[in-house]
């Protein structure tokens, strides 16, 4: 149900869009005269792993726009596992880059939650203030009031409902959406913006987050389709980069997201551009659908209520966003930077050297990893569902307003049940947690999941 405030809110809009062009101001002009509060921002890495570059470069490039905007350290709560910039392959130790101009983003980040500490329970406790139920890390958490404007920016491998974490459990989508209602609930913002940044990430709200609570979601992609990573590899005549290759000594690796590159790299004057921007370089013609969710009038908010008052005039890392469109080369499919990093080891290691050899090894592991997840879904869903049945129930997309699934708890379970018998879902196996919600939807027992998922497994 949309609130009173929020009513109010839409017919003031509608005031000022008739009276902009009398007035001669923009409609983000007029309604960034907005009562002051303080701007805080929690910024989640959810991912680790030299592979993994980006989720970590994102972040750290977020940290200091925010930064540059105004905003203080201590409204600022940063989550990374923090192993890019001092790892072994690292050839900038010390820093970490996210884009090929090369400027260092590490530099200054806060150290709040590291590790292990990087994880679903305490992004949560974080979120809501609950300092008593932190565990590791920092301790800081969002003791915002109600004036004030609360940013989230989380990048990570995803799967339909779920985002991942370093450590713990999943991120699932019904805990996240309840997080802020009770956020809401309590009364301790005045309006929130959350960019999510992975595969299936608009899952994660769609169906769920309800209208009223004063947040504005924007994701990288639709419920159903992967995100891409960005910034990847070498260029060739035949086959160039986007904008401009990294560094030829970043072999293997993506400096960052599509989508979130998008969002940081082209700047505009509020966050409803930024989304029609953002959908059209991130899309491009090959890249994933940009999505946006709950409060769409908080979109017309102005940027500098959220990332301070010094965001528009960021110059750190710019290019020219328009070249993103005119080559889908040298943009990898988040699921697929594993195999772009591995393939890439292998093809640049010396002739037959133990590195080429290990490469080699991991690489065809990581293939057979793959291969074994699919036909075991494969094979699930032909012992449950008939094999003339199984593959289009597993794979069945819901419409667009209804949630993943109608029991998350059973979700939650029978994606245990599966680990337990078929080992535990990689950042490729997570795509399959469609097939498991419907195996949910579908009415399938407990026990009869634990016997089938036994049986599909045991060769």
Known sequence: MISRYNIIRVFFFVLVSIFVNIEGRSISQFLNQESQGTKWAVLVAGSNGWENYRHQADVCHAYQLLKDGGLKDENIIVFMYDDIAHNRENPRPGVIINNPHGNDVYKGVPKDYLGEDVNAKNFYNVILANKSGIVGGSGKVLNSGPNDHIFIYYTDHGGPGIVAMPSGELV?????????????????????????????????????????????????????????????GEGTPEDPCLVQCPPREFQGVCLGDLYSIAWMEDRKENAKHRFLTAANITHGGYGSHVTQYGDIVVSFDSLAAYMGENFKNHSHDSVDAKSFSTSSSRNVDQRSTELFYLFTKHKNAPEGSDEKYEARVKLNEVISQRSQVDNNVKHLGELLFGVEKGNEVLHSVRSAGQPLVDNWDCLKSYVKIFEAHCGRLTAYGRKHVRGIANICNAGITSEKMDAMSAQACSS
């Open 172 to 232: 699932y989508a019904n805990d996240l959406v309840n997080v802020l209602k009770k956020k809401h609930a309590s009364g301790t913002y005045d309006r929130l913006v959350f960019y999510l940044e992975a595969c299936e990430s608009g899952s994660m709200f769609d169906g769920l987050l309800p209208e009223g609570l004063d947040i504005y979601v924007m994701t990288a992609s639709e419920p159903d389709e992967d995100s891409w990573a960005t910034y990847c």
